[in-house]
Antibody, heavy 114, light 112 residues
Framework: EVQLVESGGGLVKPGSSLKLSCVAS????????MHWIRQAPKKGLEWIAL????????YYADSVKGRFTISRDNSKNTLYLEMNSLRSEDTAMYYC???????WGQGVMVTVSS | DVVMTQTPPSLSVAIGQSVSISCKSS???????????LNWLLQSPGRSPKRLIY???KLDSGVPDRFSGSGSEKDFTLKISRVEAEDLGVYYC?????????FGGGTKLELK
């Protein structure tokens, strides 16, 4: 069974940094592209980043480009999202998703507030 | 970016009724490999989204055949025949043909 488990969220102040993790199991992690997608409270879904299976390519939404970095460690079956210069508008539930949104994690909440 | 326009924003239905949700894209979703990467997701209350349909009309494993997807190019439809209580929640269309991926605004399916 495919499982994606996010962690690392929390309450931080504007301008702070945070690093999210997503541990994958139940499939060959190193064979699939992975995404981060977020959902602000009571809002819709926003795609924010993609990393290819071998880290050869990375893509970002304009809203996070230059502030967020997606990475992965295939030896640890883990996807990461490093978030810098956080803003109040980054407050959201953050989900990792496998391939073409085939599977999603349960999400991790990030709150940016002073 | 591709804009996904999803309608209606909400639907009130009785159990056993059939409903349709529309999703229109601002650009063709036919990819260079000739596939069309249009997906439908359901987010049940308090849960993470779950993909129901991929490439316009292919049902994910375990998805009841009461769900069906159709359409082409820029115009797509999700149909739910004989709505059941477990179908309630917010439905999203998602295009995965062009980066950045973009989602429709969602359709909230509620009980009448």
């Amino acid at each position: 069974e495919v499982q994606l488990v996010e962690s690392g969220g929390g309450l931080v102040k504007p301008g702070s940094s945070l690093k999210l993790s997503c541990v994958a199991s139940g499939f060959t992690f190193s064979s699939y592209g992975m995404h981060w997608i977020r959902q602000a409270p009571k809002k819709g879904l926003e795609w924010i980043a993609l990393i290819y299976y071998d880290s050869s390519n990375k893509y970002y939404a304009d809203s996070v480009k230059g502030r967020f970095t997606i990475s992965r460690d295939n030896s640890k079956n883990t996807l990461y999202l490093e978030m810098n210069s956080l803003r109040s508008e980054d407050t959201a539930m953050y989900y990792c998703a496998k391939s073409v949104a085939t599977n999603w994690g349960q999400g991790v909440m990030v709150t940016v507030s002073s | 970016d591709v804009v996904m326009t999803q309608t209606p924003p909400s639907l009130s239905v009785a159990i056993g009724q059939s409903v349709s949700i529309s999703c229109k894209s601002s650009q063709s979703l036919v990819a260079s490999d000739k596939n069309t990467y249009l997906n439908w997701l359901l987010q049940s209350p308090g849960r993470s989204p779950k993909r129901l349909i991929y490439q316009v009309s292919k049902l994910d494993s375990g998805v009841p055949d009461r769900f069906s997807g159709s359409g082409s190019e820029k115009d797509f439809t999700l149909k739910i025949s004989r709505v059941e209580a477990e179908d309630l929640g917010v439905y999203y269309c998602l295009q995965g043909t062009h980066l950045p991926w973009t989602f429709g605004g969602g359709t909230k399916l509620e009980l009448k």
